[in-house]
């Protein structure tokens, strides 16, 4: 009885068992959060990653804004994580990683896996954009010399182009979080090649020559800080957060007349068409000499993410990290629902670049909050030809296409590139310091002394 | 008295759907097409309702938004700028999905798919108050809810040259201006296409325009039209572009000698722009263009909806400032009681005025003739890069 009764029990036991599917393996992935991204539990890219790799994706929001507080945090605790997402602002560089060797995977010198695609390969580092509105007010033209652009900023401080009879108007501003928002790093171009991001070196013939030494260097530096003196740089715009930038220039007060940046959806909120209508993009700027320039910019690809040396899964993340890099995942990556999104073009539209078309946007989704994809979080690997083929869907204030379009403008005065010079972190932070001198006038950019004291500096 | 209950339930889900199909199939659809309702009970009504969403392809309507926002407190407007043929298909898309979010729809009307697919369709409704509607002038193109002209038409760059320097459209197909012509998408510009479009309607003009330019008939190829002969030897000079902007940018600084843009754009002189319109030409430099300004039919808010649209035809007497924003250079008043915001009277521009029937009827011989020509266009520019 009791026999017959273990074997019934037995089977029941088996039968239960073939009955129950086998579970998806489950990685623990860490990605950080984005105002972009709605819920990335449902995210159409997730969820598409889950089924092609036959992996539960559990996703832990990354909240810290900073990588190495985060990574310090992780690895100082026994959170279980498989792999790190980095993008959107929430960056680790090769050198930051490698302080975190032993805790992170490395298989045959591989320890990261890359992100590139989020922008084009090369472009424009710097944008100018001025309020037409302001302009239109005060009947003036847009400026196309650095002398023009002093007589708007002048007429910007005193013509209360706001209207709301208070001088609170701030001519031009910018932040003291990277070379793109400054104002100074921008104006300097119309005086001398100036790219700080190659230590304000010169390029081809002239890549070992520091062009933060030459006279015009000098001479632009004078017209800036000129500007600071009376009043049309603002002054916090040396040193604020590219958060509080986004805030002035976003306030509906209607405060800013002219900033910088690389692309308009770094400074203006998404989903703001008034903001956006204000701003148009002003070409590089002709010097008293007539030099004009734009800063070229190479974008390298950024890591995407690492696998931690604790995983047990590290075959499984692998194969996640690889497959986010193929192509088919990296365009949904970048432009969302192949059908739905977006299409490949029929060679019958025109690129946001003005080139020919590779993908036909359906609905612009980089930058604007959906739920599609991860905004530029993780790896990926997006062919050349897409980025530089997309074409505009239409909306006018698509950010892309505000910028292909101001780029086009800036392509001209682009310099081709054949050799660029290694930047050295020690010169250009002391460059950056000097700069920063000179305009707020603690250092007289006019007195000889002082000039040869930086020279020096800058040697040594 | 399960059964029972089911019953109920069964009459309860009819009723709630009937309902439900009441308030999607539209609060504005049965309205007539002008009333008398004031300026003031629709603010009363409108102080009821939610954000009144306009979905526009002109940036001008934001400054509109906010005077509006100030001359009647309490309501807000959120705008949201659109291509046209994007904004016909998210419309299409609300309403299909009963999610309607879009009240009022500004948009290009020339090409014949806003009546085909809204107007016809009865997802967009004109309507006028009477007294306004009792200063609007005629318009041929004939949907109704027209508020204001514009032109598609050819520019040229004034950085380059102190007057126009060609009398006759052909010129447009001389070797000597290769890469220098500037146009947007026919294909996705509804202006552009509509220019592209009414010229299939004049061929005689063009063929005759031909005559006065070569001195000799124009040979066409067996089954093409003088306006496709045109379009297959100027598009070996044309640049095409994504929309007018690139246009009077390529003009300004100097990139383009020519470019067919909206003539709206003319008010980016005040801005410094080197661009010069070209009134008169030989047959014509453009075709006229309107635009119209339509309540949702599944509007949600057709009080701020009707408001709104009193707003931006400048009330009663045309004086307020909702029509101010677009009374700019290129733009002419749908009002005859309003100036035209262009020195040159609509009536001394040579321009064509497109026939929507025609256009309806055309579309499939365009798209298939604008698609050949776009890739012949795009392998050629490559060929030349190589």
Redesign the interface.
């Known amino acids: 009885m009791s026999r017959r009764f273990l074997s019934c029990l037995m089977i029941l036991l088996l039968l239960a068992g073939c009955g129950r599917t086998a579970e998806p393996p489950v990685l623990h992935v860490a990605l950080p959060w984005s105002d972009y991204v709605t819920d990335v539990n449902s995210n159409y890219y997730i969820r598409y990653l889950e089924q092609r790799t036959g992996l539960k994706l559990e996703c832990t929001l990354i909240r810290h804004r900073r990588s190495e507080e985060y990574l310090d945090a992780l690895f100082s605790s026994e959170a279980d994580i498989d792999v790190v997402m980095f993008g959107n602002g929430f960056q680790v560089t090769r050198e930051e990683l490698e302080a975190y060797g032993d805790a992170l995977v490395t298989d045959q010198g591989v320890d990261h896996y890359i992100n590139s695609g989020s922008v084009r390969r090369s472009g424009v580092g710097q944008i100018l954009w001025i309020n037409s509105r302001w302009l239109m007010k005060l009947g003036l033209s847009i400026p196309s010399t650095t002398g023009e652009l002093r007589d708007v900023l002048r007429a910007f401080r005193d013509g209360d182009p706001n209207g709301n009879g208070l001088a609170d108007e701030i001519p031009f501003t910018g932040c003291g979080e990277g070379y793109a928002w400054s104002p100074a790093e921008f104006l300097l171009n119309s005086f001398v090649y100036n790219d700080p991001y190659h230590s304000r070196y010169g390029v081809n013939d002239e890549a070992d020559t520091l062009m933060a030494g030459t006279d015009a260097f000098r001479e632009g530096l004078s017209y800036v800080h000129d500007l600071y003196a009376e009043g049309l740089i603002d002054p916090a715009g040396l040193s604020m957060s590219g958060q509080e930038l986004c805030e002035l220039v976003n306030s509906p007060a209607d405060l800013v007349g002219a900033f910088t940046t690389a692309s308009i959806s770094d400074v203006i909120y998404p989903g703001n068409p008034e903001i956006l209508a204000k701003y148009v993009h002003v070409a590089p700027l002709a010097g008293p000499d007539g030099t004009r320039n734009a800063l070229y910019v190479e974008n390298t690809p950024s890591i995407g993410a690492i696998i931690t040396a604790r995983s047990t899964k590290k075959k499984e993340a692998a194969l996640l990290l690889e497959t986010m890099l193929e192509e088919e995942a990296s365009l949904i990556a970048r432009f969302g629902e192949e059908g739905v999104d977006w299409d490949f073009s029929e060679g019958t539209d025109v690129s946001v670049y003005g080139g020919p078309s590779t993908i036909v946007t359906r609905n612009y989704l980089w930058n604007t909050v959906q739920n599609k994809h991860l905004n530029g979080i993780g790896p990926m690997n997006v062919p050349e030809r897409y980025i530089e083929g997309v074409t505009w869907n239409g909306i006018n204030s698509d950010t892309e296409y505000i910028n292909g379009h101001a780029e086009m403008s800036y392509q001209t005065y682009l310099p081709v590139i054949n050799r660029l010079h290694e930047r050295d972190q020690k010169l250009s932070e002391k460059t950056d310091a000097w700069l920063i001198r000179f305009i707020r006038g603690e250092k007289d950019i006019r007195s000889d002394r002082i000039w040869h004291e930086y020279l020096d500096e800058l040697a040594h | 008295m399960a059964r029972i209950s089911g019953r109920i339930g069964t009459l309860i889900l009819l009723l709630l759907l009937c309902a439900g199909c009441g308030t999607a199939g539209g609060h504005v659809s049965e309205q007539p097409e002008s009333t008398m309702e004031s300026a003031e009970e629709l603010y009363r009504n409108a102080l009821q309702e939610d954000v009144l969403v306009v979905y526009t392809v002109s940036?001008r309507v934001?400054q509109t938004?906010?005077s509006f926002e100030s001359a009647y407190p309490g309501l807000a407007v959120e705008?949201?700028?659109?291509?046209?043929?994007?904004l016909i298909e998210a419309v299409e898309k609300e309403h299909q999905s009963s999610r309607p979010e879009c009240d009022v729809v500004l948009c290009n009307d020339n090409s014949g798919q806003f009546r085909q697919h809204l107007v016809d369709t009865g997802l967009v409704v004109p309507w006028l108050p009477a007294d306004i509607a009792a200063h609007t002038k005629d318009n041929p193109d004939g949907n109704g809810g027209s508020f204001l002209y514009e032109a598609e038409m050819l520019f040229y760059s004034s950085l380059l040259y102190d007057t126009c320097p060609i009398s006759n459209l052909w010129e447009l197909t001389e070797e000597r201006f290769r890469g220098r012509i500037y146009m947007p998408?026919p294909?996705?510009s509804f202006s552009t296409y509509a220019l592209c479009g009414a010229m299939l309607q004049h061929t005689d003009e063009l063929a005759e325009a031909y005559r006065l330019y070569a001195g000799k008939d124009l040979q066409t190829a067996a089954g093409e039209t003088a306006a496709e002969c045109f379009w297959r030897a100027a598009a070996a000079n044309i640049?095409?572009?994504?929309?007018s902007?690139?246009v009077i940018?390529a003009l300004s600084?100097g990139d383009a000698d020519f470019g067919f843009s909206v003539s709206s754009k003319l008010r980016y002189r005040?801005?410094?722009?080197r661009i010069e319109p070209v009134w008169n030409l030989t047959p014509f430099t453009g075709c006229r263009t309107s635009y119209a300004v339509m309540i949702a039919a599944d509007s949600r808010n057709p009080n701020t909806a009707k408001l709104f649209i009193r707003y931006i035809m400048g009330e009663t007497d045309g004086k307020g400032e909702g029509y101010l924003p677009f009374r700019t250079a290129g733009t002419w008043s749908a009002r005859d009681d309003v100036p035209d915001g262009n020195d040159v009277p609509l009536s001394e521009v040579d321009l064509i005025v497109p026939d929507q029937e025609a256009l309806i009827l055309a579309r499939d011989k365009m798209q298939t003739f604008?698609?050949e020509v776009?890739?012949d266009s795009?392998k050629q520019?490559?060929e030349k890069e190589n």
């Open positions: 940036t934001v938004k906010e705008v949201r700028d659109l291509r046209s043929p994007s998408n294909l996705n640049i095409f572009t994504n929309s902007d690139e940018e600084n005040e801005l410094g722009y604008w698609s776009i890739r795009e520019h490559e």
